[in-house]
């Protein structure tokens, strides 16, 4: 069976890896549209946080298997379709995540000073599509918007030592960027309360610990929230426990420095029960100058409670507004069902609904949530549908497929040149050289243009 995976992060990878596993004989590409593999492993994933890229070495092993081929700079839906993939393939597994950020619907969101988490974190981590982002760092206060780790990311990048950045593989550009920032405070604001957030315990008490910045945690906020917690599961019940902890705490260095005069260092902090009506403009009207909020109450307990308006509003001077509300698929091929309020595509099990012999993995399966460990039980499920599928005979693998054969003459006449993988093992190495140089893990290459000069196409 010749098998094609569309999209080269986690769930891309993670599906192939199993169908490879358990199927002695499967032969499986993967596509994908940048000349460079991992999605967001290599793009979502703080610089900081180096550890949890480690899978990119078993996808190395799976990309390296003599069953397995890797096809990157080709754009599924533009340069081949998905009926012709179909063609060429027993089976489609569609991968490719969620390349969209959900909005938040309010005036003034366009404003300059205002940008989405996604873009965001696109920039500092060498997403070639962000590149021109060019973020105005220039004034003291951001507001984030939402409590969920990727929030947390962005806050921890914008009040992280230098020294501290220095030794990841942070773009040099974000670097020197941040190298200049005014930025000395940062809110991260909810809609729901404290039981409510959806950061998880590790990457808040890495901002807890954060040098040079202190946490302001309104102790108000915790009130009674003791008796709330002791039926939650215990990860929810360590991480409220932690908030009120340090809630409470008055570190002794904060009030030596305040006694001294110091300056106050940076600062960052949790604001609950706060949606965002709109974003405001300066006085020019050129740039954002703060955000109205509105207070809310919550309806249930939880995490099905509801956050309903008070009707109470407040207004929240900032001068960069991050809005980290989640990502969101698109749509890839006219050929392909795609549920437009949910942003997936409709299937049971990875089974895509009323068309046989297409599947799905990972986000655009179930929607952008979950670490990539959660993509990855995901995706082994998708690949143990098909296998069941050509197990049972619901897959005819009787008609011969040209895979990659038919796919690269049909890629040849639109003047499309994939990349290997052993074209994106010449960019990394080009990257890890640069990186040394610099006394960084590797330096990016954002330019795509640039990537196909190094593998000289």
């Known amino acids: 069976p010749r098998v094609c995976v569309v999209g080269s992060g986690p769930a891309g990878f993670y599906t192939a890896q199993h169908i490879l596993k358990h199927h002695g004989g499967a032969l499986v590409d993967i596509y994908e549209k940048l000349p460079v593999p ?36 080709v754009t599924v839906g533009r340069d081949v379709t998905v009926p ?22 309010i005036p003034g969101e366009n404003l300059p000073g205002v940008y989405s988490a996604r873009a965001f974190v696109g920039w500092y981590n060498g997403l070639p599509e962000n590149q021109d982002l060019k973020p105005d760092l220039s004034c003291e206060t951001a507001l984030i918007l939402g409590h969920g780790n990727v929030a947390l990311d962005i806050a921890r990048i914008l ?24 930025v000395k405070r940062v809110w991260l604001a909810g809609r729901r309360g404290p039981l409510q957030v959806a950061f998880t315990i590790k990457e808040l008490r890495e901002m807890i610990n954060l040098p040079g910045a202190r946490a302001v945690l ?13 039926d939650a599961s215990r990860p929810r019940k360590r991480l409220t426990e932690l908030m009120i902890k340090t809630a409470l705490e008055k570190p002794v260095e904060m009030q030596a420095a305040a006694a001294a005069g110091a300056a106050a260092p940076r600062e960052w902090g949790l604001k ?10 300066s006085a020019d009207g050129r740039r954002a100058r703060g ?24 207004e929240l001077e900032c001068g960069l507004v991050l809005s980290s509300i989640g990502y969101r698929s698109l749509p890839l091929d006219p050929a392909v ?13 990875g089974r895509v609904e009323g068309v046989p012999g297409l599947y799905c993995s990972g986000w655009v399966k179930r929607g952008p949530t979950g670490v990539i460990i959660t993509t990855m039980n995901d995706s082994f499920d998708t690949a143990q549908s098909l296998l069941e599928d050509l197990q049972g005979g619901v897959l005819d693998i009787s008609p011969s497929r040209e895979g990659f054969g038919l796919v690269k003459n049909i890629l040849h006449s639109r003047g499309v040149r994939p990349v290997s993988f052993s074209d994106w093992e010449k960019i990394d190495a080009a990257e890890v050289a640069r990186g040394k140089a610099a006394g960084k893990p590797r330096e990016k290459i954002v ?9 000289g196409h």
């Open 272 to 281: 609950f029960q706060r949606s965002p009506q709109e974003v405001l403009p």
């Open 84 to 105: 012709e993939l179909q063609q060429a393939y027993h089976a489609v597994v569609l991968s490719y995540g969620a390349e969209d950020n959900r909005v938040l619907g």
């Open 38 to 73: 991992f999605g967001l492993v290599r793009f979502g994933v703080a610089p900081d946080h180096p550890e949890v890229k480690n899978v990119t070495n078993t996808f190395t092993q799976t990309a390296r298997s003599g069953r397995c081929g890797f096809h990157g700079n």
């Open 159 to 182: 009040l992280s030592p230098l020294q501290l950045l220095r030794k990841t593989d942070i773009t040099d550009s974000s670097l020197a960027a941040l190298a200049c920032s005014k």
């Open 218 to 230: 309104d102790p108000a906020d915790f009130t009674g929230l003791e008796n709330a917690v002791k």
């Open 447 to 455: 330019d795509p243009a640039e990537m196909l000069r190094i593998i």
């Open 337 to 349: 069902p795609f549920d437009s309020q949910r942003g997936v595509i409709p299937n049971s099990s």
């Open 291 to 314: 955000v109205r909020m509105a207070l809310t109450r919550l309806e249930g307990s939880g995490d099905s409670a509801k956050a309903i308006p008070t009707g109470d509003v407040e």
